[in-house]
């Protein structure tokens, strides 16, 4: 069946702009993860989602990332005013519960 | 301490070598591992999970010391296309769904 999809797989902006990255989950998985990774780096986590509600959302690193769920399946994650340092790829995951997670190929980000 | 700890390597071998990775966790309610893989520039990708008793999957061997609270995966007859970092992963052991994601240990295998 099909994985877990993300898009755009590579966006590059400005520094300052907005940008919405989409992680489309496999069917069914309920819990929906949204990761980043640094170049060379481990993942951090950023949020977690169990249906349409966050009950984790305490590796967000600033109020200038939001993310949503909706209808249970897909999630967007939303960086305002983009800085250099937002640069990595952004990885979701989704799970059908306690479970394994199944990653998405990733959205890599590249602020100027 | 972080909650979950691996030697992040370069492990260097030639192919055909026999290769173990341990790794340790710190939450001993955690009730469920795994071992996944990462490409360079690629995403993680499940390898395994780890079960109480050990298990076995073709070359890999997993097993689990909860006394201890480490995990360990063998390698046998390395390949070149084992070359990845290993990633060991533990959940947190609450009502949560979210897992902790060790660094990694990088694995070469050479000709």
């Known amino acids: 069946g099909a994985g877990v999809s993300q898009s755009p797989s590579n966006k590059v902006t400005e520094k300052g702009k907005d940008v919405e990255l989409r992680c489309d989950p496999i069917s069914g998985h309920t819990a929906l993860y949204w990761y980043r990774q640094s170049l060379g780096q481990g993942l951090e986590f950023l949020i977690y989602f169990q249906g349409n509600s966050a009950p984790d959302k305490s590796g967000l690193p600033s109020d200038r990332f939001s993310a949503e769920r909706t209808g249970g399946s897909v999630s967007t994650l939303t960086i305002q005013r983009t800085q250099q340092e937002d640069s990595a790829v952004y990885l979701c995951?989704?799970?059908?519960?306690?479970?394994?997670?199944?990653f998405g190929p990733g959205t890599r980000l590249t602020v100027t | 301490r972080k909650e979950v700890e691996q030697d992040p390597g370069p492990f260097n071998v030639p192919e055909g070598a026999t290769v173990a990775f341990n790794c340790t966790y710190s939450?001993?309610?955690?009730?469920?591992f795994f071992w996944y893989r990462q490409d360079c520039r690629k995403e993680p990708k499940l390898l395994m999970s780890?079960?109480?008793s050990g298990n076995e999957d073709g070359r890999f061997t997993a097993q689990l010391n909860r006394a201890s609270q480490y995990i360990s995966l063998l390698i046998r007859d390395s390949k070149l296309s084992d070359s990845a970092t290993y990633l060991c992963?533990?959940?947190?052991?609450?009502?949560?769904?979210?897992?902790?994601f060790g660094s990694g240990t990088r694995l070469l295998v050479r000709p």
């Open positions: 995951a989704t799970s059908a519960g306690i479970n394994e997670q199944y």
């Open positions: 992963v533990v959940n947190r052991g609450d009502s949560s769904y979210k897992l902790i």
């Open positions: 780890v079960y109480s």
């Open positions: 939450n001993s309610a955690s009730q469920s």
